[in-house]
């Protein structure tokens, strides 16, 4: 099949496929395709005029990348327009009205030109693109199905969903699990999913567990080939960074245990942290302009926009920019011998916006505090060798089992380092630009260095409550391993051999689908340092044994061959872990292997409960308030429950007057570092109170203080979380019932 014949195949593969895919998890098709029509028109095509407008346009694959990403800020622009006056329902109005400005202004109109290229890269993008919403819908759309499915869904899916909810209708949202506290987080990406869900009439609740996560990993896969285009002006260096960042992305893991997250950079029910990824790759493309002096006025205003975003997308983008800037800054200063003003100005844009950010997008840290080697407590086995079973942000500057100074937990703490820096050192080989010619002369691989390293690094002495430091270390995942895939491309000149380097590869590839295969079954939960070790530290030692003998019988070596070999038998060796999680997973798709809920876990909630929030949903008024007994997951309340049931509040879209409070900044903050943000008393025990006997002990006067006094309007009885009191059928009126929710209007 010829290439002219191909390409029009793939592109009209890819949406065919995606909707088939989509159908195929329960996904209506036609919801699916209002959703992709809207997402288009609104995201990705204004973005990419917008973004040819004000950087110039390099290449096709450029502007669609940094389009994708800079089109979130114009469609956060259309959103906060028209629910900020009230009519959220014009959204489509001004979006379309762009169209018709841009086409109707000459100099605008020669803007959407159609730029030449090398004749396969439409094709490998379509390839790459196919396989990102492949791998999307198989392996993480499948196993999280759409409500009211009975199902164990992590809390976090409703806390997020909540936020859309409010998003929906309010550009200042309130905490709709608590009446009357103000929402102090970084919502930009929920508000976007609230403004496409408006404008593709699709449930809220679709938008964030399905649609937008297919949109996200396209936009991943674009923007990781644009990133990684820019940085080298090579196409081809596009298209790999392209594969490794949304199709094929991951860790290295080798053994088939301990398990490591295959995709950190898309977690379904963090889509604050997945958006930060992307918009780290998008920075790339006007921080590359101004450090290499070839910005514009415009590539300014670029840059500002995308620190906008950055600014309410997560609280990690902006302090990894700072440190980015900040070793960039220093380079130039001293290699240009003159203060690098640009870097200044830059810096000084992102440390302006996250200052403004602290006053009312970075909500969530409360209770957060610097220890030393705190992110090793998720590592695995670290309980059950060491025993240390505190929480997190707990203890003193250091992290408890490391403070007793014992040399066995010493040897383990070093060992778990050891693991966390091996299985990223696909991402980390990118600090190598700061070492090899030519890339240390170009300031754009020190700013991305020092992006990579602040990530890596702040995730090593940050103590998050819920050990989302973590999430310093996701925002840089794609752009790290952009970053040596572009150091590698510096290294590569007239004289490079090739051979040498596919024999790395290949070594790679082999080793690690070998120890795959055949190393020893690993206990679940070792207790002995010895075992621990073997298990995490030992498969990389023998990779790196491969390596060097590699190395060694390679002939007429140089310092940059064997960088290129290195690079090359790592990324290899990540390969093989990708490739049987994305076959396992289509297998079980296209079987149509069924997910098997847990009733037994603690986040699981019946369809019972799911259908009596959607219908509450349906039926309640724009500014009802509900009280209820839940508050916790499971849901049957007792104190020091896990305090964190957003699931009413999110299904819903209704006010509560008090729900879970586990992620409230009053109860984050109240946890000193000495105890867990789940099982906190409530910072509102008489609201707790009067909710709890609202349900099991009503009176008249109790109901008609809550009607009068505080405006509550339902009352959700969920006999799965305590007793409901028969005299609540006399005292208000039922409007719904089920065999697990009651549901009451109060008169």
Not at 356 to 378: E, K, W, Y
Not at 484 to 494: G, K, N, R, Y
Not at 696 to 702: D, H, I, Q, S
């Amino acid at each position: 099949m010829s290439v002219r014949v191909l390409r029009p195949a793939l592109w009209i593969a890819l949406p065919v496929v995606t909707v088939a895919t989509m159908a195929g998890v329960g996904d209506p098709v036609t919801e699916t395709i209002r959703y992709l029509i809207t997402w288009l028109l609104v995201v990705l095509l204004p973005g990419v005029l917008i973004w040819r407008v004000l950087a110039g346009g390099r290449s096709v694959p450029q502007d669609l990348g940094f389009g994708a990403v800079i089109g979130i800020g114009w469609q956060l622009t259309v959103w906060a327009v028209c629910t900020g006056l009230g009519r959220p329902g014009l959204q489509w109005i001004l979006a379309l009205g762009f169209y018709v400005v841009f086409f109707a202004v000459p100099g605008l109109r020669r803007r959407a030109t159609w730029q030449p290229g090398p004749s396969w890269w439409q094709p490998a993008m379509a390839v790459l693109l196919l396989v990102a919403v492949v791998r999307t819908v198989a392996g993480l759309l499948r196993v999280w199905p759409l409500p009211p499915i009975a199902f164990d869904r992590h809390q976090d899916f409703w806390y997020q969903l909540g936020l859309i909810q409010a998003l929906k209708h309010d550009i200042t949202p309130p905490d709709l699990s608590v009446l009357g506290e103000p929402l102090i987080y970084h919502w930009f990406a929920n508000a976007s999913m609230a403004g496409q869900s408006v404008m593709a009439s699709v449930e809220p609740s679709h938008v964030l567990m399905h649609q937008w996560q297919v949109t996200f990993v396209i936009s991943l896969v674009l923007a990781g080939w644009a990133a990684g285009e820019a940085l080298t002006g090579k196409t081809w260096v596009g298209a790999v960074a392209g594969l490794l960042t949304g199709a094929l992305p991951g860790t290295l893991q080798l053994a088939a245990k301990p398990i490591v997250e295959v995709s950190p950079a898309q977690v379904v029910q963090g889509p604050t942290g997945a958006l930060a990824v992307l918009v780290m790759l998008g920075l790339v493309g006007p921080t590359v302009l101004i450090l290499r002096k070839q910005a514009t006025r415009g590539t300014w205003l670029a840059m500002a926009l995308m620190i906008a975003l950055a600014t309410g997308t997560k609280p990690t983008v902006l302090p990894i920019m700072l440190v980015g800037s900040a070793i960039v800054g220093l380079y130039a200063w001293i290699s240009e011998r003159v203060l690098p003003w640009r870097i200044v100005a830059l810096g000084a844009m992102a440390g302006a916006f996250f200052l403004a950010a602290t006053f009312a997008l970075t909500g969530s840290t409360g209770g957060s505090r610097i220890q030393i080697l705190a992110a090793l407590r998720v590592q695995p086995f670290y309980a059950s060798v060491s025993g240390d079973h505190s929480y997190p942000a707990t203890g003193g500057w250091v992290l408890p089992s490391i403070a007793t100074g014992e040399p066995r937990l010493l040897l383990f703490a070093a060992s778990l380092l050891a693991y966390y820096l091996l299985i990223n050192a696909a991402r980390l080989l990118s600090l190598l630009g700061t070492t090899t010619s030519p890339a240390r002369r170009d300031p754009a691989y020190w700013w991305l260095a020092g992006c990579v390293a602040a990530g890596t690094g702040i995730t090593l002495v940050f103590s998050h409550t819920g050990y989302s430091e973590y999430h310093f270390l996701r925002t840089v995942t794609a752009i790290g391993v952009v970053g040596t895939v572009a150091v590698a491309s510096t290294l590569v000149d007239e004289t490079t051999r090739w051979r040498p380097i596919l024999v790395a590869g290949t070594a790679g590839l082999v080793t690690a689908l070998l120890i795959r295969l055949l190393w020893f079954h690993v206990p679940d939960v070792p207790t002995t340092v010895g075992r621990a070790i073997v298990a995490l530290v030992v498969p990389f030692q023998v990779l790196a044994v491969v390596g060097l003998i590699v190395v060694v019988l390679t002939r007429r070596r140089s310092r940059s061959l064997i960088l290129l070999q290195v690079i090359a038998l790592v990324l290899a060796a990540s390969l093989p872990n990708q490739v049987a999680v994305l076959s396992g997973n289509v297998y079980r798709f296209v079987t149509g292997q069924p997910v098997v809920a847990d009733p037994n876990d603690r986040v699981y909630l019946t369809e019972n409960e799911q259908q009596a929030m959607i219908w509450l949903g349906e039926n309640a008024a724009p500014g009802d308030v509900a009280v209820s007994n839940v508050f916790c997951m499971p849901p049957r309340f007792r104190t020091g429950c896990p305090d964190d049931a957003f699931w009413t509040s999110g299904l819903s879209g209704v006010q509560q007057y008090l729900s879970g409070w586990a992620y409230a900044p009053k109860n984050l903050q109240a946890t000193q570092n000495k105890t867990s943000f789940l099982t906190q008393p409530s910072p509102w025990p008489d609201r707790l109170q009067q909710s709890l006997d609202a349900v099991r002990r009503p009176t008249p006067a109790l109901l008609s203080q809550l009607r009068n006094e505080i405006g509550v309007d339902w009352i959700i009885a969920d006999l799965r979380a305590g007793p409901v009191s028969p005299a609540l059928d006399k005292l208000a009126q039922r409007a719904y019932a089920n065999s697990d929710v009651r549901i009451y209007r109060l008169r």
